[in-house]
Nanobody, 125 residues
Framework: EVQLVESGGGLVQAGGSLRLSCAAS????????IGWFRQAPGKEREGVSC????????YYKDSVKGRFTISSDNAKNTVYLQMNSLKPEDTAVYYC??????????????????WGQGTQVTVSS
């Protein structure tokens, strides 16, 4: 059974930091790309960052470049999203998702095959 389990969300003041984790199981981790997406109230879900374990390719949404860092611990089948200098507009439910690395779709765009349950990130001003 494929599982993606996010953790690490919470409430933080603007300028603060959080680290999200995505623990994956049930598939060959090295053959999949892991993406982080977020959805704010009343807005569409958007891609934030993506990492491909097979070749180390990394992608970021423009608005988080320089503030967010994605990394992967292949031994633990876990992907992290370090979020620094958080802003109120980063407030959203954050999801991790997985799909094979040979997808024809751009990294930060759906579809993805598997999704976690989401973790809430709230940044207060």
């Amino acid at each position: 059974e494929v599982q993606l389990v996010e953790s690490g969300g919470g409430l933080v003041q603007a300028g603060g930091s959080l680290r999200l984790s995505c623990a994956a199981s049930g598939f060959t981790f090295d053959d999949y790309a892991i993406g982080w997406f977020r959805q704010a109230p009343g807005k569409e879900r958007e891609g934030v960052s993506c990492i491909s374990s097979s070749d180390g390719s990394i992608y970021y949404k423009d608005s988080v470049k320089g503030r967010f860092t994605i990394s992967s611990d292949n031994a633990k089948n876990t992907v992290y999203l370090q979020m620094n200098s958080l802003k109120p507009e980063d407030t959203a439910v954050y999801y991790c998702a997985a799909r094979p690395t040979n997808s024809d779709y751009p990294a930060l765009y759906e579809p993805y095959d598997y999704w976690g349950q989401g973790t809430q990130v709230t940044v207060s001003s």
